[in-house]
């Protein structure tokens, strides 16, 4: 087995030999219990170190791609099928419907972070800490703006991104999906049009469907929202809001500069639109910036905590006027009587030790890192990059075969799972821009399926 490594690349020796292996498991369709060439033999042939052999394999092993049999080697691993009616673990915000589905399979295009990331030692001390000093986080409902010690590790959180605000503005939500939902129902009515970005968030689309709001799509720029769209919409349809991503927008990566978000703010006022700003990415953020939230004090600001720490702690925010808290927090209790006082403890207690703020360090570091690696894989595959971003989770971009439908068959050949062709338009039109989430782009599954994307590229063996 050759494998052609590159010794002068940026991409780790390791890192190589994994994507040689997966890439020649896919293309060879070795069927489960293969075995491969003992490590000493693949060593030999390549001019490699053994013990680089054994990580890379060890490596496949963990990702479920080969499997280790003591004394035998490394053979192909049997996939974990689903049983018919078992939850699909695949799915994932923008995915495709899917009836059966592999554990295995890579979420290339979902819109979180991946489970092995997440580091529960922290986590798990606030939980017991939770659970030894705090009673009423146990059993007890929060109060309807939340939990004061929670609100104000907010506050001080809000002011370093220099969004100035009283306590009284800020309500606590289950997630950022309960804060638009309660936006959008309290503010909006059947009938009324909103502007939103497209791309855009699909469940930010299906919430204002499901809500009877029409929706008018502007277009959004490496830079922005395109003001020159915004400005025609407004003067033409008069709408009643505008939903925007400030930092690392979904699903394009890309940020809101100044002079656009100035320029959104004078269109706002103008034409009396209502603007909510949806910043759910914030903490992965660090730097100076433009956050309408910190330019206008009407712009409702939406954060969330569950994009960095965990899914299922849902914990998020509003911030508005003291006037329109009040009505939001009014209808959250009547709908789902307040949020969960002990995820809002935990996670006070997680702000409070400072223990959330080193865990996002550390994811921004380690993006940082992978995405470079991904820009680079997808340029060697002739992909097409919607600006390039310098923070988040997202890489927009296409490939650049003719064929879009071969893209999602290379994809399933895989084992990567795609974003819906349709999931970020707020009319549903499909597109053959992929929403690529860096934390998943180095995979070893990954880089082989952009790599059979490339066009009129040599084949590696």
Not at 99 to 123: A, I, M
Not at 160 to 166: C, H, K, P, S
Not at 189 to 218: A, I, Q, T, W
Not at 417 to 426: D, K, N
Request: proline content about 5%; hydrophobic content about 40%; aromatic content about 8%.
């Amino acid at each position: 087995m050759e494998l052609r490594i590159d010794r002068q690349a940026l991409v780790p020796v390791v890192q190589q030999i994994v994507d040689a292996l997966a890439g020649w498991l896919h293309r060879s369709e070795a069927p489960p219990g293969t075995r491969l060439p003992s490590v000493r033999q693949i060593a030999r042939i390549n001019l490699l170190s053994q013990s680089s052999v054994v990580e890379a394999c060890e490596r496949l092993v963990a990702q479920g791609v080969l499997a280790s049999r003591h004394g035998a080697g490394f053979c192909v691993a049997a996939p974990a099928q689903f049983e018919q009616g078992q939850w699909d673990g695949s799915w994932f915000e923008g995915a495709e419907v899917k009836q059966n589905g592999t554990l295995n399979e890579l979420k290339l295009g979902c819109g979180g972070l991946p489970e092995s990331w997440c580091e529960t030692d922290d986590l798990s001390y606030a939980v017991r800490q939770v659970c030894r000093t705090d009673m009423a986080g146990l059993f007890n409902y929060s109060t309807p703006l939340g939990l004061p010690a929670l609100r104000q590790q907010i506050l001080k959180r809000l002011k370093q991104l220099d969004i100035a605000v009283e306590e009284n503005r800020i309500l606590t939500t289950a997630g950022a999906s309960q804060g638009l939902d309660l936006i959008v129902r309290t503010l909006f009515k059947p009938g009324d049009c909103v502007v939103v970005e497209n791309p855009g968030y699909s469940l930010l689309f299906d919430l204002l469907r499901l809500h009877g709001v029409s929706m008018l799509e502007v277009p959004r720029t490496p830079r922005g929202p395109d003001i020159e769209a915004l400005e025609a919409l407004m003067l033409k349809y008069r709408p009643r809001g505008l939903f925007i991503n400030s930092f690392y927008h979904n699903p394009t990566g890309s940020n809101l500069a100044p002079l656009v978000a100035q320029r959104v703010l004078q269109l706002a006022k103008t034409h009396g639109v209502r603007v909510i700003e949806d910043d759910v990415y914030a903490d992965l953020h660090c730097g100076p910036g433009t956050r309408l939230a910190a330019l206008d004090d009407n712009v409702i600001y939406v954060g969330s905590y569950s994009k960095t720490l965990s899914s299922s702690l849902r914990v998020g925010f509003v911030v508005a006027g003291a006037d329109v808290v009040s009505r939001l927090a009014e209808v959250k209790m009547i709908s789902s009587m307040g949020a969960s006082r002990f995820c809002e403890s935990v996670l006070a207690s997680l702000l409070a030790s400072g223990a959330y703020r080193k865990l996002v360090q550390r994811q921004r570091q380690r993006l940082s890192s992978d995405r470079e690696a991904a820009l680079q894989v997808l340029e060697d595959a002739e992909w097409e990059v919607f600006g390039k971003p310098v923070g988040g989770l997202f890489i927009w971009a296409r490939s650049r075969m003719s064929d879009y439908a071969q893209v999602r068959t290379q994809a399933r050949r895989f084992g990567v799972l795609l974003s819906s062709a349709s999931a970020f338009s707020p009319t549903g039109e499909a597109s053959d821009w992929q929403r690529i989430n860096v934390a998943y782009a180095c995979d070893p599954r990954a880089r082989a399926f952009f790599q059979a994307t490339a066009l009129d590229r040599p084949k590696a063996f």
